[in-house]
């Protein structure tokens, strides 16, 4: 028989949850995190909108889905990483949805501390599963079939049926001289031939993932050196915080532009990579002074007097407790790395193929075409604006003094 829910909330609700509670009542940062997911749903979706792939074709040969086929299993169709990224999580989104509304119920009939165990345990499953089924695509099936001219094939062969997206364009496509159903070019197209509104909505996959990406790797560093920094202190600390100002001495973007600049042609990873080596000093000095005050406080000392290795005090006493400004510095991260990608793809520096929404600027900016700067330039100004005031909400929801 399955535990009646408790009554008081407050008495089993975690410190997330209550932070979670203070964060919904800042209307500006809930809207905002509204906005972040209506982004990550326009990345995830794009090939729903648009794609030169049908969903379904009918012709002598019989029924195929080559719209499915081609998300994950097809190196014609998705370009690299990050579309194999968001093709996989495309896929996995109505599992994902089921999943989210099994929760949901059980969370009726579930007692907030055992609800919340349940619910890390799903995600991390979830997490795990998802990057096996990611490295097992990328890296054990990588085919590269033959990629049949299904536009024109409808135009001109008249098959039995089929149901292509609404723009029948990829943003690769070069599209000089093309027309037919589902070519509209509603913003033009640039000097390659390719559909500039295609790569602006594409463009978001690309600015989304530099920034969670880029922001993972120098959290990851940053909150490691930050942690060894604080809690053992001495050379170790005396070391890492040399290294913090040799990194401080140089200006970020110059810096980043110094490490590409040695690279013959930049790829989408390297960008992430060098902006994740760049941008740690900031979370390792904000891990380090919380180490340096959590560290002799009574449940740290509890900990050690049990007999805990240093690693399990760090990693499973200490750091849960020093995550939070962590967390508000890596959705401004966010925002920073967004900037970066963008001035670089503007600057010309990186994968000229890759459709970034800096070099759609650029591109605008070249040809005079206001209308593209504006839009591309709105594209990052709201993106960068939403993650800041997420980033906002959260360090004001962390601050008990701030918390209504």
Request: charged share 15%; hydrophobic share 50%; aromatic share 14%.
């Amino acid at each position: 028989m399955s535990a009646a829910p408790s009554k008081n909330y407050r008495e089993y609700a975690s410190y997330w949850s209550i932070v979670w509670e203070q964060f919904q009542k800042n209307r500006t940062a809930y809207a905002s995190l509204w906005a972040i997911g209506l982004l990550f749903a326009i990345a995830t979706f794009a090939p729903v909108f648009a794609s030169k792939i049908p969903f379904y074709w009918r012709d002598e040969s019989g029924l195929s889905f080559p719209w499915f086929r081609g998300l994950l299993f097809n190196r014609n169709v998705f370009d690299g990483a990050v579309d194999l990224f968001f093709n996989q999580l495309l896929v996995a989104s109505p599992a994902a949805l089921v999943t989210w509304l099994w929760l949901r119920r059980r969370a009726r009939t579930m007692e907030v501390r055992h609800y919340a165990r349940l619910e890390r345990r799903v995600l991390l499953t979830w997490a795990a599963a998802f990057l096996i089924v990611f490295v097992v695509i990328s890296q054990g099936m990588e085919p590269r079939t033959a990629l049949l001219d299904y536009r024109a094939r409808s135009w001109r062969e008249g098959a039995e049926g089929f149901l292509f997206p609404p723009l029948r364009i990829s943003y690769e496509d070069t599209l000089h001289g093309v027309a037919g159903t589902g070519v509209r070019n509603l913003l033009g197209i640039d000097n390659a031939g390719r559909d500039i509104f295609v790569r602006l909505i594409f463009g978001t996959r690309v600015s989304l993932s530099v920034g969670v990406i880029a922001v993972s790797i120098y959290i990851a560093i940053g909150t490691v050196l930050g942690a060894v920094a604080g809690y053992f202190g001495g050379k170790a600390d005396l070391a890492i915080q040399r290294l913090v100002e040799v990194f401080l001495c140089f200006p970020s973007f110059f810096l980043i532009l110094a490490i590409i600049g040695f690279l013959p042609q930049p790829s989408l990873i390297a960008v992430m990579v060098i902006i994740g080596l760049v941008g740690w000093t900031g979370p390792a000095r904000l891990v380090r002074g919380e180490f340096l005050r959590l560290k002799g406080v009574d449940f740290v000392a509890a900990a050690r007097a049990c007999g805990f290795s240093d690693g399990r005090v760090i990693f499973r006493h200490i750091l849960p407790n020093a995550v939070g400004p962590v967390l508000v510095n890596a959705t401004f991260g966010v925002a920073s790395a967004v900037l970066v990608e963008s001035s670089l793809a503007f600057l010309g520096i990186g994968d000229p193929t890759l459709p970034s929404w800096g070099r759609i600027l650029a591109y605008g900016r070249s040809t005079g075409d206001t209308p593209m700067m504006l839009i591309a330039g709105m594209a990052i100004f709201v993106t960068v604006s939403v993650f800041n005031l997420a980033g906002e909400g959260l360090r004001d929801a962390l601050d008990p003094k701030l918390r209504k």
